[in-house]
């Protein structure tokens, strides 16, 4: 089911892209195959490989205050594994690294998922991040594209009921006993635990310098990437971190946004005036781009991760 869902639903976008394109649509998202500046794609895969390389590097911080220092080739490889695993079954990356971790550096399989279960909340803060930073740039065109689907006292109503439907399910997971809302605290007190590992780390400083700049990298990377496009390079920043942040979440609960990236490009790159063919287009060139990157890359490491282990 973790596989078969996902690969489904991205068909199915796939499938009602590409019928919902006219004839003339569908030529015109080939000519702009054909004319897209594919030296800002490969720069911004490269910059998006020294983001993984700086996360290698950072995850050797979390792994010091455990007694534990693993070969920076080996936290790399581990990384590119989990990217590749990550395109079959959502999520499942995690695992794949600290099994990789587990095998050749010696490092218990549960205190290395702890790991990356704490590397994965601090990513979670910087993505809030990124989104309360779009949200405040472009908040005037964002509250005008809502006005124009619904009235305000509809906005206001169904800020009411969000405000209201969040007091009262914390309330009730808080209070409650049930084995379901015990998980979910369970969960919180986890993340909690994490963060709180964050701080107590020795090398905080460069712990969060390397987290600033793998996200700086990954903006950069995607900044570079929307010039490939004349129609999209003039987009302001403000737009480009919105679907950044936006294709971001495509990856994160899906396999790695199959069918999804390019929808969502087009979906929210429409609301600043973009065609929905320019915004398929830019969707496919970063997804392929990115996804060609990472099967090369995790290849690679499923071959040479027991080459360069050999003699331990």
């Known amino acids: 089911m973790q596989i078969t869902i996902p690969i489904g639903i991205g068909l199915f976008l796939i499938l009602y892209l590409y019928n919902s394109f006219s004839d003339e649509q569908l030529a015109e998202t080939k000519s702009y195959f054909s004319k897209a500046n594919y030296s800002y794609v490969i720069l911004a895969v490269i910059l998006n490989f020294f983001s993984h390389l700086t996360r290698a590097v950072r995850w050797n911080l979390m792994l010091e205050p455990m007694g534990y220092r693993a070969k920076l080739a080996n936290n790399f490889m581990a990384i590119s594994v989990a990217y590749l695993f990550n395109l079959l079954i959502p999520r499942s990356g995690e695992v794949s690294r600290a099994i990789v971790l587990d095998k050749y550096e010696k490092v218990p399989f549960q205190k290395g998922f702890g790991s990356i279960i704490s590397e994965r ?59 379901i809302n015990q998980k979910v605290r369970t969960f919180v007190s986890g993340l909690k635990e994490g963060l709180l590992c964050v701080l107590r780390m020795r090398r905080k400083s460069a712990f969060i310098f390397q987290s600033f700049l793998i996200w700086i990298l990954y903006v950069t990377a995607f900044y570079v990437a929307v010039q490939a496009l004349p129609e999209t390079s003039a987009l302001p920043l403000g737009t480009v971190i919105i679907a950044f942040v936006v294709g ?65």
């Open 121 to 179: 909340i601090v990513d979670l803060f910087f993505l809030m991040s990124f989104t309360s930073l779009a949200l405040i740039l472009e908040y005037e065109t964002l509250y005008d594209y809502l006005l124009n689907l619904f009235s305000s006292g509809f906005l206001r109503k169904l800020l009411v009921l969000f405000l209201v439907i969040a007091i009262a399910a914390g309330s009730y997971i808080y209070f409650s006993r049930k084995r």
């Open 248 to 312: 971001g979440l495509t990856i994160t609960f899906t396999n790695s946004g199959f069918g999804s990236y390019p929808f969502a490009m087009a979906a929210v790159l429409s609301i600043f005036g973009i065609s929905k063919t320019i915004g398929v287009t830019f969707g496919w060139i970063v997804w392929i781009s990115n996804t060609l990157t990472s099967i090369l890359l995790g290849v690679l490491s499923l071959i040479f991760l027991p080459v360069y282990n050999k003699k331990s």
